[in-house]
């Protein structure tokens, strides 16, 4: 696996991670007869607030991006992306265990949400998160404190 670390986002990270996001989220969007280039662009803009968002890079260079938003008693995982010519190759899951261990030390739930079909259910899944509810677009997710530590 590369080196990775990630970085707080500022604003100017905006379009970088909504050309990512159109290029990741492409797939399952058409699969699901939603993709419209203009609006998986804009739905992010509108929705991107950098005090709770990271950027992921590799090496030095922009490789993605991850936020955990408090709300309430919890925190969405939201806007979690990374280069697909990065994907499998452990750094979406060790950024994901950086922030789930820095959730489990803080004592909060973890909540997100997946488009119907996404391969990252599967990633989530292995982390402990289970269904909470769906609709035909998306599948809600949840993971408890420590949900995971089984498969640490």
Same mark, same amino acid.
């Given at each position: 696996?590369?080196?990775?670390?990630?970085?707080?986002?500022?604003?100017?990270d905006?379009?970088p991670?909504?050309?990512?996001?159109?290029?990741?989220m492409?797939?399952? $969007?058409e699969? $699901?007869?939603?993709?419209?280039?203009?609006?998986?662009r804009?739905?992010?803009?509108?929705?991107?607030?950098?005090?709770?968002a990271?950027?992921?890079?590799?090496g030095?260079?922009?490789?993605?991006?991850?936020?955990?938003?408090?709300?309430?008693?919890?925190?969405? $995982?939201?806007?979690?992306?990374?280069?697909?010519?990065?994907?499998?190759?452990?750094?979406?899951?060790a950024? $994901?265990?950086?922030? @789930?261990?820095?959730?489990?030390?803080?004592? *909060?739930?973890?909540?997100?949400?997946v488009?119907?079909?996404?391969?990252?259910?599967r @990633?989530?899944?292995?982390h402990?998160?289970?269904?909470?509810?769906?609709?035909? *677009?998306?599948?809600?997710?949840?993971?408890a404190?420590?949900?995971?530590?089984?498969?640490?």
């Amino acid at each position: 696996m590369a080196d990775w670390e990630i970085r707080p986002a500022q604003a100017a990270d905006v379009e970088p991670i909504v050309e990512l996001r159109a290029v990741v989220m492409r797939p399952d $969007l058409e699969r $699901l007869g939603r993709f419209d280039p203009h609006r998986v662009r804009q739905r992010f803009r509108d929705s991107f607030v950098p005090a709770y968002a990271w950027v992921i890079e590799v090496g030095g260079v922009f490789a993605g991006s991850v936020a955990l938003r408090p709300d309430g008693d919890c925190r969405w $995982l939201e806007h979690f992306f990374l280069s697909p010519d990065l994907q499998g190759s452990g750094i979406g899951t060790a950024v $994901l265990r950086h922030l @789930l261990d820095r959730s489990d030390r803080d004592g *909060v739930v973890v909540r997100l949400n997946v488009l119907q079909g996404s391969q990252a259910q599967r @990633l989530y899944a292995r982390h402990g998160f289970t269904v909470e509810s769906e609709d035909p *677009v998306d599948v809600f997710m949840v993971r408890a404190v420590g949900g995971d530590q089984a498969a640490s």
